[in-house]
């Protein structure tokens, strides 16, 4: 296959709330098209859809989860439920935006929240990234001064780290990698009640 026939991968978006919605404008931004799903009909959110853009698709989570790449936008507690929509997600690239605040670690078996997460959906890779930010922030376009808002990025798997660099640079942001889940992930992961100091930092990268 050449390059110019590679096949281009295919995102969703589950979660159209606060994040969702910051992010299906990263997506519409740059011409990008995305689905998106909730728990809700998609009739009911098409016109929210119809709003940020053309590319935006609403869909049902069974067909959402179709997708290549899937962005977690959904408060840490749904996640269970949108991991029991695929018996496998073995080929999927699970981008895992949620943020823990608040639950207490004993509840993750004293695991990293992104590996808690990552055990419900058996088969994916996972990556965090995208999650540092609030929504208000990560809805702006990030071009800023000259420069690129910067998105951390985690993940044990270097091929997925790098499949969702690749599209963050295509959003228009600055990835910046921390290497594994457990490791330099732990920096952009609440735990209890406290932040990874790397969560709210506003930074931006000039090439
Ligand atoms: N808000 C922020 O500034 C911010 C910043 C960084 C990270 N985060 C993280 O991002 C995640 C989303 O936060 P948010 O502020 O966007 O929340 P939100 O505004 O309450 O939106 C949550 C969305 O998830 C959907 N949802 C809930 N359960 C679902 C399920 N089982 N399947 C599919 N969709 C489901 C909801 O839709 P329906 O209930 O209508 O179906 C809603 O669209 C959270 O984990 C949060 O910690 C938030």
Redesign the pocket.
């Known amino acids: 296959m050449s390059k110019s026939e590679k096949k281009v991968a295919s995102y969703a978006i589950?979660?159209?709330?606060?994040?969702?919605?910051?992010l299906a404008r990263a997506f519409a931004r740059n011409g990008i098209e995305v689905s998106i799903?909730?728990?809700?009909d998609p009739e009911?959110?098409a016109s929210a859809a119809a709003a940020i853009g053309p590319g935006i698709i609403p869909t049902t989570?069974a067909e959402a989860v179709k997708a290549d790449v899937i962005f977690?936008?959904?408060?840490?507690e749904?996640?269970p439920?949108?991991a029991k929509?695929l018996p496998s997600w073995q080929g999927k690239t699970i981008v895992d935006?949620?943020?823990?605040?608040g639950v207490p670690p004993e509840k993750m078996g004293g695991l990293p929240s992104a590996r808690f997460v990552a055990q419900a959906f058996t088969g994916g890779k996972l990556v965090k990234g995208?999650?540092?930010?609030?929504?208000?922030?990560?809805d702006q376009d990030p071009a800023v001064h000259g420069g690129r808002r910067v998105v951390f990025l985690a993940s044990d798997d270097d091929g997925a780290a790098a499949e969702i660099g690749a599209l963050a640079e295509s959003l228009g942001f600055a990835p910046v990698k921390l290497g594994g889940l457990s490791e330099g992930g732990l920096l952009v992961q609440?735990h209890g009640n406290s932040w990874g100091k790397l969560?709210f930092q506003d930074l931006v990268k000039f090439d």
């Open positions: 589950i979660g159209f709330g606060k994040i969702g919605q910051a799903a909730t728990t809700r009911s959110f989570l977690l936008a959904v408060h840490f749904s996640h439920d949108v929509a935006v949620t943020n823990a605040y995208f999650n540092h930010l609030v929504a208000a922030i990560l609440a969560i």
